[in-house]
C-alpha cells in the first residue's frame, strides 16, 4: 500500500501527518511512504529524517497525488489538492462534513474513499486513534499558557517578607479533553480551579484533578448524547447557566471555555454583559470560537481587549507547538491505518465495525453519510 504525506497548505500550519518514527514503523509493515519535500520542516523533522526512516521524498505535492494510494492530511483538503488526486484513491483525514458540504459533494464526483477521522467513536477500541482527544488535550494545555502570558498577576500564591500574593482563580468552562488538561495545568501552576459542565460524569473527573465543580442538576441522558458528547439544550437552559456562571466569573482571574456540540454552534455562555462585570485585568480564552464562540465578545484567530478584560481567540493551537502536536496526530493516524489496511487493501468496508461506521462517509461514488 502506498501512503502519500503531503506538505499542508492551511494557513499558519505546522503539523504533518508522519513522523519519522512512524514511517518506520509504516515501512515495517510493507508500506511505501511518499512524503513531499519539506511537508515536516515547520516541525523540525527534515527530508533526510525521512529518508533514514524509509520513506521516499517527492519533490512536490503533484508527485506526491501521482503515487499514492492513501492520501494522509492534517486539515481537510483544499479545492487545489482535490482536482489533483486520483480517482478511487482514499483519504484519510479530519472533514467535518457538517460544515464542508461542497468539500464532500467534490470528493464523492471523484469516487475518492473517505475516511472522516472527526466522526470516530468514543470507544475504548478508537482511542489510540483519536486525532480530536489528542490536539485538545495540547489546545486545553496551551489554553493555560496563554492566559498565563496575557494575566498581569502570577497563578501561585506566593508568600515573600513583603506579603503573601493571593493565587488566581481560574474558571474552566466545559469538561472535556481540553477542560481537563486545562484544570491539570492550572493546578500545577498553582492556580485555584472551578470547574463548571452539564455532565454529571464530569464532576468527577474534575474532582479528581483537584478542582472544585459547579453543575447543572441535569439528568445524565439529558446533558450528553451516547457517544459522551455534550447535547444541544433549549434556550432556557442555557439562560439559565448564563446566570450560575455569572455568578462566580465576576471573581475570576482566567476563564478557560471548551463547550462544544458535535455538528452544532457552540453554545453562548458569557455575554457582554457578564464580561463588563468581570474583574479589570482578567483574561477569556475561548476555544470554541472556529464553531461560533462561547464568548459573545470573542473574535476568531484574534487577541482583543474590550471593557479592560483580555478575549483570546486564537485558532488552532496544537499547530503553535508543532512537534509533539505531529507526534500524537502521526501515532493517532498510524494506528488508524493499520486498524483498517486488510480493509483498504480489499476495498471490501465491514460496515458493522463502529469505527468503520462513523468514518467512512464515502466509497466509490456513494455517499453512506453526511455527518
Same mark, same amino acid.
Given at each position: 500500500m502506498k501512503i502519500g504525506i503531503l506538505k499542508e497548505l492551511t494557513p499558519?500550519?505546522?503539523?504533518?501527518?508522519?513522523?519519522?518514527?512512524?514511517?518506520?514503523?509504516?515501512?515495517?509493515?510493507?508500506?511505501?511512504?511518499?512524503?513531499?519535500?519539506?511537508?515536516?520542516?515547520?516541525?523540525y523533522f527534515s527530508d533526510s529524517d525521512y529518508e533514514k526512516a524509509g520513506a521516499k521524498i517527492a519533490a512536490n505535492a503533484q508527485s506526491v497525488f501521482d503515487q499514492a494510494e492513501v492520501i494522509v492530511k492534517v486539515n481537510p483538503p483544499m479545492e487545489s489538492e482535490i482536482n489533483f488526486i486520483k480517482a478511487n484513491t482514499t483519504l484519510i483525514a479530519p472533514i467535518f462534513p457538517v460544515k464542508n458540504s461542497n468539500l464532500v459533494t467534490k470528493l464523492?464526483?471523484?469516487?475518492?474513499?473517505?475516511?472522516?477521522?472527526?466522526?470516530?467513536?468514543?470507544?475504548?477500541?478508537?482511542?489510540?486513534?483519536?486525532?480530536?482527544?489528542?490536539?485538545?488535550?495540547?489546545?486545553?494545555?496551551?489554553?493555560? $499558557?496563554?492566559? #498565563?502570558?496575557? +494575566? @498581569?498577576?502570577?497563578?501561585?500564591?506566593?508568600? %515573600?517578607?513583603?506579603?503573601?500574593?493571593?493565587? =488566581?482563580?481560574?474558571?474552566?468552562?466545559?469538561?472535556?479533553v481540553a477542560g481537563l488538561q486545562a $484544570?491539570?495545568? #492550572?493546578?500545577? +501552576? @498553582?492556580?485555584?480551579?472551578?470547574?463548571?459542565? %452539564?455532565?454529571?460524569?464530569?464532576?468527577?473527573? =474534575?474532582?479528581?484533578?483537584?478542582?472544585?465543580?459547579?453543575?447543572?442538576?441535569?439528568?445524565?441522558?439529558?446533558?450528553?448524547?451516547?457517544? @459522551?458528547?455534550?447535547?444541544?439544550?433549549s434556550a432556557e437552559f442555557y439562560a439559565e447557566e448564563q446566570n450560575i456562571i455569572r455568578q462566580y466569573i465576576k471573581a475570576a482571574d482566567v476563564i478557560i471555555t471548551t463547550a462544544l456540540i458535535p455538528s452544532k454552534r457552540a453554545p453562548l455562555l458569557i455575554t457582554e454583559a457578564m464580561v463588563k462585570e468581570m474583574k479589570p485585568g482578567s483574561v477569556i480564552v475561548d476555544l470554541s470560537t472556529e464553531h461560533g464562540g462561547n464568548c459573545e465578545l470573542s473574535e476568531t484567530g484574534?487577541?482583543?481587549?474590550?471593557?479592560?478584560?483580555?478575549?483570546?481567540?486564537?485558532?488552532?493551537?496544537?499547530?503553535?507547538?508543532?512537534?509533539?502536536?505531529?507526534?500524537?496526530?502521526?501515532?493517532?493516524?498510524?494506528?488508524?491505518?493499520?486498524?483498517?489496511?486488510?480493509?483498504?487493501?480489499?476495498k471490501q468496508f465491514d460496515l458493522s465495525d463502529d469505527i468503520v461506521k462513523n468514518c467512512l462517509i464515502m466509497s466509490q461514488g456513494e455517499i453512506l453519510r453526511k455527518g
Amino acid at each position: 500500500m502506498k501512503i502519500g504525506i503531503l506538505k499542508e497548505l492551511t494557513p499558519g500550519e505546522s503539523r504533518v501527518a508522519a513522523v519519522p518514527e512512524t514511517v518506520e514503523k509504516m515501512v515495517k509493515t510493507d508500506m511505501e511512504v511518499y512524503i513531499e519535500s519539506g511537508a515536516g520542516q515547520y516541525a523540525y523533522f527534515s527530508d533526510s529524517d525521512y529518508e533514514k526512516a524509509g520513506a521516499k521524498i517527492a519533490a512536490n505535492a503533484q508527485s506526491v497525488f501521482d503515487q499514492a494510494e492513501v492520501i494522509v492530511k492534517v486539515n481537510p483538503p483544499m479545492e487545489s489538492e482535490i482536482n489533483f488526486i486520483k480517482a478511487n484513491t482514499t483519504l484519510i483525514a479530519p472533514i467535518f462534513p457538517v460544515k464542508n458540504s461542497n468539500l464532500v459533494t467534490k470528493l464523492n464526483a471523484k469516487k475518492i474513499t473517505t475516511f472522516a477521522l472527526d466522526l470516530l467513536p468514543r470507544i475504548a477500541r478508537a482511542q489510540s486513534m483519536d486525532i480530536l482527544s489528542s490536539m485538545s488535550n495540547l489546545a486545553g494545555y496551551k489554553s493555560i $499558557i496563554l492566559a #498565563a502570558t496575557h +494575566l @498581569g498577576k502570577i497563578f501561585p500564591m506566593m508568600m %515573600t517578607a513583603a506579603g503573601t500574593i493571593q493565587p =488566581a482563580k481560574i474558571i474552566v468552562i466545559g469538561v472535556g479533553v481540553a477542560g481537563l488538561q486545562a $484544570i491539570a495545568t #492550572a493546578k500545577r +501552576l @498553582g492556580g485555584v480551579v472551578i470547574a463548571f459542565d %452539564t455532565r454529571p460524569p464530569a464532576g468527577e473527573q =474534575a474532582k479528581s484533578l483537584g478542582a472544585d465543580f459547579v453543575s447543572l442538576e441535569t439528568s445524565h441522558e439529558q446533558a450528553q448524547d451516547t457517544g @459522551g458528547y455534550a447535547k444541544e439544550l433549549s434556550a432556557e437552559f442555557y439562560a439559565e447557566e448564563q446566570n450560575i456562571i455569572r455568578q462566580y466569573i465576576k471573581a475570576a482571574d482566567v476563564i478557560i471555555t471548551t463547550a462544544l456540540i458535535p455538528s452544532k454552534r457552540a453554545p453562548l455562555l458569557i455575554t457582554e454583559a457578564m464580561v463588563k462585570e468581570m474583574k479589570p485585568g482578567s483574561v477569556i480564552v475561548d476555544l470554541s470560537t472556529e464553531h461560533g464562540g462561547n464568548c459573545e465578545l470573542s473574535e476568531t484567530g484574534k487577541i482583543v481587549i474590550k471593557y479592560d478584560i483580555t478575549i483570546i481567540g486564537l485558532t488552532n493551537l496544537p499547530s503553535s507547538m508543532p512537534v509533539h502536536a505531529s507526534q500524537l496526530y502521526a501515532k493517532n493516524i498510524f494506528n488508524f491505518l493499520i486498524y483498517i489496511a486488510p480493509q483498504l487493501t480489499n476495498k471490501q468496508f465491514d460496515l458493522s465495525d463502529d469505527i468503520v461506521k462513523n468514518c467512512l462517509i464515502m466509497s466509490q461514488g456513494e455517499i453512506l453519510r453526511k455527518g
